[in-house]
């Protein structure tokens, strides 16, 4: 015990010694921005006073403030541990974050929640947000030929006139079987084309299929394998068969900002942080164990750090001891999204989901989200988004949000003639440029293989996920699958 304790201060006098010995003008690339733990500001002084943690817990860096990041502070925090999470925006939530749309706030992109995701509403009920969850019936509608179709219901599908009755009963074979499939392996080696073809007969394809994956991918679909489609039809449709709330989905009253206030709040009341507007610098081991973080012009001493970012960020502040990446010949393509948030007096339309089947619409499709989302959450304004799915070298990211609206507003109004100026509220373009991968034929033999080297160095990202789509009940789902790894050995510290 005498020999543990010995360590334990030796730790302590070491990372002391770093912080008042560093001589910062030798890091001329550290920048001296002020940081902030829950709305204050933080000296060096109070830095080292707290380097160490409280007495007896283990003390966890968390790099990112995304869901991800979040979800694992809370979870670890719930051991015996003080938890501090590095967020380098101004507000937490990363593509869950929220946005100031004038007269209230609601979320920067579109998000719902589906009756099985079982991860994230146990998440939300566990932060006492339980009575917060809002459920709404949901509505599916397609575009094709200028013309709407309501897809709710068999007796609309039987009228949908696209399609005859026998590729009818084709699609709806190919829905079923696709979302009870388990071996997704299969399914990485054949194209999203020939797999459709295979299952539901090539007019379904032609019909249907085609102009969804060309709103969605443009020609990239097809370099796209099954996989991409079968996580749509595994999650979306299955959420339909749920016993009690077919057909319905929800959301937090207030948005992700209300989620990932109180998680903040669960935080601080555990004695652990957050700190906004911190960009870590550099994480290093060192040689008693644990890890040096440097943000801003501090250092501070962690007994385990957990890396929540991309993968281009771990290799830019991340000491090649800590970690190593096996890339192959093949890099990884992103989509990214540009989407236009409008904001309107009257509703557009009646359905969650509009599905184009239109090429030529200047978006990927329409979500309705005051189709779900009660008026009163938005201040007795409606508001719809219209998102575009690009690749890096699309032309819009060299685009002015100005000239995008204008492309996409003429969307709009071709698409809803009736809409008028007097109808207008506002209008938002937001912009993420990693979304999702663009799963090609055999993704997973060529993503980034990342392993740690270090005993108290983690990483945790959705470039892990390699068969399935980036949502958020899968990112608390990875959460919870690292938790059943690590919480025995985040429960105990050695004094």
Same mark, same amino acid.
């Given at each position: 015990m005498a020999t543990e304790c010995n360590v334990n201060l030796s730790r302590q006098n070491k990372m002391k010694q770093v912080t008042d010995s560093t001589n910062y003008d030798k890091y001329p690339d550290i920048q001296t921005n002020t940081n902030t733990q829950n709305g204050q500001d933080i000296t060096i002084e109070e830095l080292q006073a707290n380097s160490s943690g409280q007495a007896g817990k283990t003390k966890v860096g968390i790099i990112g403030g995304g869901l991800m990041g979040m979800a694992l502070a809370y979870r670890i925090s719930e051991l015996n541990t003080s938890v501090k999470v590095f967020e380098s925006d101004s507000q937490l939530g990363g593509l869950s974050t929220h946005h100031d749309y004038g007269s209230f706030t609601w979320d920067k992109f579109y998000h719902v929640i589906v009756p099985t995701d079982g991860s994230l509403i146990n998440l939300i009920k566990d932060i006492g947000l339980e009575e917060h969850l809002r459920w709404s019936r949901?509505?599916?509608?397609?575009?094709?030929?200028?013309?709407?179709?309501?897809?709710?219901?068999?007796?609309?599908?039987?009228?949908f006139p696209l399609i005859n009755i026998w590729d009818k009963v084709r699609l709806v074979f190919t829905i079923f079987y696709g979302g009870r499939i388990n071996n997704w392996k299969k399914l990485e080696t054949i194209t999203v084309k020939d797999w459709l073809i295979k299952m539901g007969g090539k007019k379904n394809f032609i019909k249907f299929w085609e102009p969804l994956l060309l709103?969605?991918?443009?020609?990239?679909?097809?370099?796209?394998?099954?996989?991409?489609?079968?996580?749509?039809?595994?999650?979306?449709?299955?959420?339909?068969?749920?016993?009690?709330?077919?057909?319905?989905?929800?959301?937090?009253?207030?948005?992700?900002?209300?989620?990932f206030d109180r998680l903040s709040d669960r935080l601080t009341e555990k004695g652990s942080n957050v700190l906004l507007n911190t960009s870590v610098k550099s994480i290093m081991p060192l040689s008693d164990g644990g890890l040096e973080v440097r943000y801003g012009d501090k250092v501070e001493y962690f007994d385990k750090v957990i890396f929540t970012a991309p993968i281009n960020v771990l290799e830019k502040v991340t000491s090649p001891d800590l970690f190593e990446i096996k890339k192959t010949d093949k890099s990884v393509e992103y989509l990214g999204v540009v989407c236009l948030a409008l904001v309107t007096k009257k509703p557009l339309t009646p359905f969650y989901v509009l599905n184009m089947g239109d090429v030529n619409t200047p978006f990927t499709g329409v979500i309705g989200i005051s189709s779900l989302v009660s008026s009163e959450e938005t201040t007795g304004n409606y508001i719809t988004f219209f998102p575009k799915y690009i690749p890096s070298n699309h032309d819009?990211?060299?685009? =002015? +949000?100005?000239?995008?609206?204008?492309?996409?507003?003429?969307?709009?109004?071709?698409?809803?003639?009736?809409?008028?100026?007097? +109808?207008?509220?506002?209008?938002?373009?937001?912009?993420?440029?990693? /979304?999702?991968?663009?799963?090609?034929?055999?993704?997973?033999?060529?993503?980034p293989k990342i392993k740690?080297?270090?005993?108290?160095?983690?990483?945790?990202?959705?470039? &892990?996920?390699?068969? +399935?789509? /980036?949502?958020?009940?899968?990112? /608390? &789902?990875?959460?919870? =699958?690292?938790?059943e790894q690590i919480a025995e050995e985040l429960k105990t510290k050695t004094i």
């Amino acid at each position: 015990m005498a020999t543990e304790c010995n360590v334990n201060l030796s730790r302590q006098n070491k990372m002391k010694q770093v912080t008042d010995s560093t001589n910062y003008d030798k890091y001329p690339d550290i920048q001296t921005n002020t940081n902030t733990q829950n709305g204050q500001d933080i000296t060096i002084e109070e830095l080292q006073a707290n380097s160490s943690g409280q007495a007896g817990k283990t003390k966890v860096g968390i790099i990112g403030g995304g869901l991800m990041g979040m979800a694992l502070a809370y979870r670890i925090s719930e051991l015996n541990t003080s938890v501090k999470v590095f967020e380098s925006d101004s507000q937490l939530g990363g593509l869950s974050t929220h946005h100031d749309y004038g007269s209230f706030t609601w979320d920067k992109f579109y998000h719902v929640i589906v009756p099985t995701d079982g991860s994230l509403i146990n998440l939300i009920k566990d932060i006492g947000l339980e009575e917060h969850l809002r459920w709404s019936r949901s509505f599916t509608g397609y575009y094709v030929n200028k013309s709407f179709y309501s897809l709710n219901g068999a007796k609309e599908f039987l009228l949908f006139p696209l399609i005859n009755i026998w590729d009818k009963v084709r699609l709806v074979f190919t829905i079923f079987y696709g979302g009870r499939i388990n071996n997704w392996k299969k399914l990485e080696t054949i194209t999203v084309k020939d797999w459709l073809i295979k299952m539901g007969g090539k007019k379904n394809f032609i019909k249907f299929w085609e102009p969804l994956l060309l709103a969605k991918l443009g020609e990239n679909y097809k370099r796209v394998s099954a996989v991409f489609i079968w996580t749509y039809i595994r999650r979306l449709f299955k959420a339909r068969e749920h016993p009690v709330e077919k057909d319905y989905m929800g959301y937090v009253s207030g948005g992700y900002k209300t989620v990932f206030d109180r998680l903040s709040d669960r935080l601080t009341e555990k004695g652990s942080n957050v700190l906004l507007n911190t960009s870590v610098k550099s994480i290093m081991p060192l040689s008693d164990g644990g890890l040096e973080v440097r943000y801003g012009d501090k250092v501070e001493y962690f007994d385990k750090v957990i890396f929540t970012a991309p993968i281009n960020v771990l290799e830019k502040v991340t000491s090649p001891d800590l970690f190593e990446i096996k890339k192959t010949d093949k890099s990884v393509e992103y989509l990214g999204v540009v989407c236009l948030a409008l904001v309107t007096k009257k509703p557009l339309t009646p359905f969650y989901v509009l599905n184009m089947g239109d090429v030529n619409t200047p978006f990927t499709g329409v979500i309705g989200i005051s189709s779900l989302v009660s008026s009163e959450e938005t201040t007795g304004n409606y508001i719809t988004f219209f998102p575009k799915y690009i690749p890096s070298n699309h032309d819009y990211w060299g685009m =002015s +949000d100005e000239a995008i609206e204008e492309i996409f507003m003429s969307g709009v109004r071709n698409l809803y003639p009736g809409l008028e100026d007097e +109808d207008l509220v506002s209008t938002h373009i937001n912009r993420a440029f990693k /979304v999702q991968p663009l799963q090609v034929l055999n993704y997973s033999s060529i993503i980034p293989k990342i392993k740690t080297k270090h005993p108290d160095f983690f990483i945790l990202n959705t470039s &892990q996920f390699v068969n +399935d789509s /980036v949502n958020n009940n899968r990112v /608390v &789902q990875h959460v919870e =699958s690292f938790m059943e790894q690590i919480a025995e050995e985040l429960k105990t510290k050695t004094i």
